[in-house]
């Protein structure tokens, strides 16, 4: 919370939060407009086929200016962008009220496009500020944030919009002219909204440090030579080009989903008042702004890349569940959930690109995420629109949806299998526990780190791993290392296998990870403490030369988690409470001499038990 409070003190801050909401509040009211008509005076196919047209005018726009949206962002303020953004919204929505006003259907839909015209102007800008305005301390809760706004956008409109619609529409209202002559004035709120937006724009301060000196060349522009330069700019980058696919495929099942659900719940269900279809699909949001603060709060100390392929695995989960589900109360949870993994993705990978990208790349990059997230939906939409036009079950594309899942999981597990292990072993263990670091200045963030402290449960080196970007290389027991279920995990993590035939092959191997400048984890006791008191530590670090540019931290964990299940002491009369987490302190201490014996090191430690324990 404090880090959050700091995050919002800067400057700016507020009045981009709030920005971010009124366009996506403003940008959504519209389109579930047109949904809605389309929802009241169309059944079947037809239906599928005019909300995946609907959903493609939202879409192309991000595909056509891909180039100049990325150069506008990279070439001017990003603020600037936004605020004179705003300004042709005012224009679009007046267009879209005398639209409405008049019944024109047809340039009401038209506007569509326009209205997304200018989000794609727009969007990389907005992301790409946050990196400016938050920095890369606060990259992730900045992406936390811009995500979970933007979600209560969506939420609030979807929600506001319906409920308005349907207050004003009846059943007397047959054709679409006449439904958005009855729905007019709900035009001006959009006008409303466009204007505040501006003005919070015109307020929003100068953060461009650095701009690109490039010029824009509208033949180059016209004739496809931006389109490949801008995308080689992305593809060299090969991790930045990884999760733009993974966002693309993520947002391919999404949009495919929403597309058909209005069609499942009325064919399937029975269902036709559009407050409970759209209300179930904004539940979605609820689920993302609430996996948005907890991915935030799982990233405190560096980004929580391995939340993502624990998302994918959630998501391809629900998609498949879909079809066997009749009722819409349990629609509604599932939607829930599905959003509130959908941030494991969102959030973690979006931080990644802002952060690996330059500065004067960072619009062209995030342009090109916008750019192939939209080709691939509007693929997976004519997908959408062929199955529905030759009039095939829906379903069908809900089974489809779960394989491409599945190979958005396969994608995330190639790049981040260790992460996404850390991740679930985080996740698995904040069930019962949450854990406070102090001293971890105390790690060098560019040098070999020998890291030594006491051994109290199981669950030891996950607590030691969690606050640390950088992998540690575990010392084990060879026969824990062999475990069938994690040896892969053990062997991708660098784990050093440990036994008594072999232990001077072992401390060698850990030398060869110094000298490479990684951090090597070694509990001296080699065991638990069954007990409560700290064992003899074994000399065998000792036999590591110390020749290598590094330093040895010792660390201890407090007996918070004595008596847990993942202790091996239990101590008497202790009391057990199942629905109350432990508070497990770890502590670790200034770099020592890296000839320290192992009972000086010992002495250290159980000073430092002295100093930190609470009695």
């Not at 929003?204 to 995308?231: C, D, H, Q, W």
């Not at 079809?323 to 959930?337: D, E, G, L």
């Not at 069938?484 to 401390?507: N, Q, V």
């Not at 302190?585 to 930190?612: A, G, H, T």
Request: glycine share 6%; net charge positive; aromatic share 16%.
């Amino acid at each position: 919370m404090q880090n959050k409070e700091k995050m919002f003190a800067i400057t700016g801050s507020i009045n981009y939060i709030f920005v971010i909401f009124l366009n996506a509040f403003t940008d959504l009211g519209h389109k579930i407009i047109i949904q809605n008509t389309i929802f009241k005076v169309y059944d079947g196919s037809m239906q599928i086929v005019l909300t995946s047209i609907v959903n493609a005018l939202v879409l192309l726009p991000f595909i056509l200016v891909f180039s100049p949206s990325g150069f506008l962002a990279d070439r001017f303020a990003k603020n600037k962008i936004m605020e004179y953004s705003a300004l042709f919204a005012i224009v679009i929505t007046l267009g879209i009220t005398y639209s409405y006003y008049h019944g024109h259907f047809i340039s009401a839909f038209v506007l569509t496009f326009l209205l997304s015209m200018q989000s794609a102007i727009y969007g990389p800008a907005k992301y790409g500020y946050i990196k400016e305005l938050f920095g890369v301390k606060f990259i992730t809760s900045g992406n936390s944030a811009a995500q979970a706004t933007t979600t209560v956008a969506i939420l609030g409109g979807i929600i506001v919009y319906t409920i308005f619609f349907e207050g004003m529409y009846n059943e007397t209202l047959l054709t679409k002219s006449q439904i958005l002559e009855a729905i007019a004035p709900l035009g001006w709120l959009l006008v409303v909204g466009s204007i505040i937006e501006w003005y919070a724009a015109s307020k929003l301060p100068n953060k461009m440090i650095e701009a690109s000196k490039r010029k824009f060349n509208p033949k180059k522009y016209l004739t496809g030579v931006y389109l490949f330069k801008n995308l080689k700019t992305v593809t060299r980058k090969k991790e930045i080009f990884d999760a733009i696919i993974g966002l693309s495929l993520f947002w391919s099942i999404s949009q495919v989903v929403l597309a058909i659900f209005g069609e499942y719940a009325k064919d399937q269900l029975g269902v036709t008042n559009t407050i409970f279809v759209q209300g179930v699909m904004a539940l979605a949001g609820i689920g993302i702004v609430i996996g948005s603060i907890l991915v935030s709060k799982f990233s405190k100390y560096y980004i929580n890349l391995g939340l993502a392929g624990v998302g994918a695995i959630i998501i391809t989960a629900i998609v498949f569940l879909i079809p066997f589900i009749h009722s819409m109360i349990t629609m509604a949870i599932m939607f829930t959930f599905f959003g509130f993994f959908a941030s494991f993705i969102l959030v973690p990978l979006n931080a990644r690109i802002q952060l690996i990208a330059t500065r004067t790349h960072l619009g062209t990059i995030i342009a090109a995420n916008n750019f192939i997230q939209n080709i691939f939906m509007f693929t997976f939409l004519c997908i959408t629109t062929l199955f529905a036009y030759f009039g095939m079950n829906s379903e069908i594309l809900f089974y489809l949806m779960t394989l491409v899942g599945i190979y958005l999981i396969y994608l995330l597990f190639r790049r981040y299998t260790v992460d996404i292990f850390w991740a679930t072993m985080q996740l698995f263990s904040l069930f019962r526990h949450k854990y406070e670091y102090i001293g971890l200045e105390n790690i060098p963030k560019d040098k070999a780190v020998l890291l030594m402290g006491n051994h109290v449960s199981w669950l030891d080196w996950i607590i030691i791993q969690l606050p640390l970007q950088r992998r540690i290389n575990f010392m084990m027991d060879k026969d824990i290392y062999h475990w069938k279920f994690f040896h892969s995990f053990f062997k991708k993590g660098e784990a050093i296998p440990l036994s008594p035939k072999a232990f001077k092959d072992a401390f060698s191997e850990a030398h060869k990870r110094l000298l490479n400048k990684s951090i090597v984890g070694i509990f001296p006791e080699g065991e638990i403490s069954k007990d409560g008191k700290m064992n003899k530590f074994h000399k065998g670090y000792e036999l590591i030369p110390t020749d290598y540019d590094g330093v040895i931290v010792p660390f201890y964990i407090d007996n918070a988690i004595f008596g847990s299940s993942f202790a091996k002491y239990k101590p008497q009369n202790a009391k057990r409470n199942i629905f109350k987490r432990r508070l497990v302190r770890v502590y670790f201490d200034k770099p020592i001499s890296m000839q320290i014996k192992s009972d000086e090191l010992k002495n250290i430690i159980l000073k430092m038990r002295e100093k930190y324990e609470v009695k």
